[in-house]
Nanobody, 122 residues
Framework: QVQLVESGGGLVQAGGSLRLSCAASGRTFSSYHMGWFRQAPGKERTFVAAITGTGSNTFYADSVKGRFTISRDNAKNTVYLQMNSLKPEDTAVYYC???????????????WGQGTQVTVSS
């Protein structure tokens, strides 16, 4: 079992940056592909970015490509989401998730964190 705890959310002005972190428990962290998802009020949870267990491959939603960067440090059991050039439409609760299957479908992810709020003011 994997437990995930996100941190790093907050309030930022448009054009600013934030870095989210997701700390994972367990000794098999590198076995899991990791993803970031977000959910705005009244909307469905959507895919943001994913990274393979080794960190060799990444995948991004078109809406964040070129602005967000996902990375991981398996020695620290942590995955990161660097968010630059933030826009008001990036406002959402951000979740990290772990999966043994690769992909952007949230149904493939077995473990989820509690979420961290990101608010971008205009």
């Amino acid at each position: 079992q994997v437990q995930l705890v996100e941190s790093g959310g907050g309030l930022v002005q448009a054009g600013g940056s934030l870095r989210l972190s997701c700390a994972a428990s367990g000794r098999t962290f590198s076995s899991y592909h990791m993803g970031w998802f977000r959910q705005a009020p009244g909307k469905e949870r959507t895919f943001v970015a994913a990274i393979t267990g080794t960190g060799s491959n990444t995948f991004y939603a078109d809406s964040v490509k070129g602005r967000f960067t996902i990375s991981r440090d398996n020695a620290k059991n942590t995955v990161y989401l660097q968010m630059n050039s933030l826009k008001p439409e990036d406002t959402a609760v951000y979740y990290c998730a772990a999966s043994l299957l690769w992909g952007k479908n949230p149904n493939r992810y077995d473990y989820w964190g509690q979420g961290t709020q990101v608010t971008v003011s205009s």
